[in-house]
């Protein structure tokens, strides 16, 4: 019987190390091993096999973390230890775990943090089309026109990109929510910009079926396992590569096309 082999970088994700992207960059600066060895980027780890990073161990995950957080404004999306307000250092947790997607310093509301990297993959994947909610209070009276063209296709010639379509209500006269399936920088903020509206308030309520509800800013929360089935179930068809990969895997080109998912949001 053969014996069981998992990809490295899928190792890696699923210890809660970091993502697949940053393990083939760990991998190919050449500070992960296996066995003592030296691994190669596409190699595959057997069971019972001792993996190190950095000269530590990474040993597959015994439970899964979820946690749903309020983040306020101030906190940065980061894990850089040298960044004051760092997300990672702001929650404490004691297991290591990572953000799934950012929000802005300037932004709260609902971010999810987990130690199993291929949730986060399927999650932020803009190609996968999954939908995150948001609340957004400008700094004039609302029109018809702009919430409209707000939920049209819009360029953001700043970052070469235009919008997908998204779902726009009117809240009250300032204030509109949002639905998007895509996480460009400052996505939001550069849309309503280009209205010649200024963000004064946004908070993001939803990412996929996980809801910020009651939570107060600075807490978070466990996952509930009746979320967390149904955020699997919405994830089962999800794929967590870069578009590039998944063209060239379809159209024969071998992943030579070039485009990323950042282009092609």
């Not at 609302?142 to 939920?151: G, Q, R, S, V, Y």
């Amino acid at each position: 019987m053969k014996e069981k082999e998992i990809r490295l970088n899928k190792y890696l994700s699923e210890a809660g190390v970091c993502s697949r992207r940053e393990a083939d960059r760990l991998i190919a600066a050449g500070k992960v091993k296996i066995d003592g060895e030296t691994a190669q980027v596409g190699a595959k780890v057997k069971e019972g096999q001792r993996v190190l990073v950095k000269g530590k161990e990474a040993a597959p995950i015994q439970k899964k973390i979820l946690l749903a957080f309020y983040k306020p404004k101030g906190i940065v999306c980061t894990a850089e230890k040298m960044e004051e307000n760092n997300i990672i250092d702001y929650i404490n947790y004691p297991e290591r775990i990572y953000y799934a997607g950012r929000l802005d310093k300037d932004s709260e509301g609902l971010i999810l943090l987990t130690n199993y990297g291929d949730i986060v993959n399927k999650m932020m994947r803009s190609a996968n089309g999954h939908e995150k909610e948001y609340v957004v209070k400008v700094n004039k009276k609302l029109t018809d026109e702009f919430l409209t063209k707000m939920a049209g296709r819009v360029p953001l010639e700043e970052i070469n990109a235009v919008t997908k379509p998204s779902k726009v209500t009117k809240v009250d006269d300032y204030t509109f929510k949002i639905i998007l399936t895509q996480g460009l920088n400052r996505q939001i903020r550069r849309m309503c910009m280009y209205f010649g509206y200024r963000v004064v308030a946004l908070k993001r309520i939803r990412v996929m079926n996980i809801k910020l509800g009651n939570l107060k800013r600075g807490e978070y929360r466990d996952v509930t396992e009746t979320e967390l089935a149904e955020l699997m179930r919405l994830l089962s068809d999800s794929d967590n590569r870069p578009m590039a990969l998944r063209e060239g895997k379809n159209n024969g080109s071998n992943g030579t096309n070039q485009r990323t998912d950042r282009q092609t949001k």
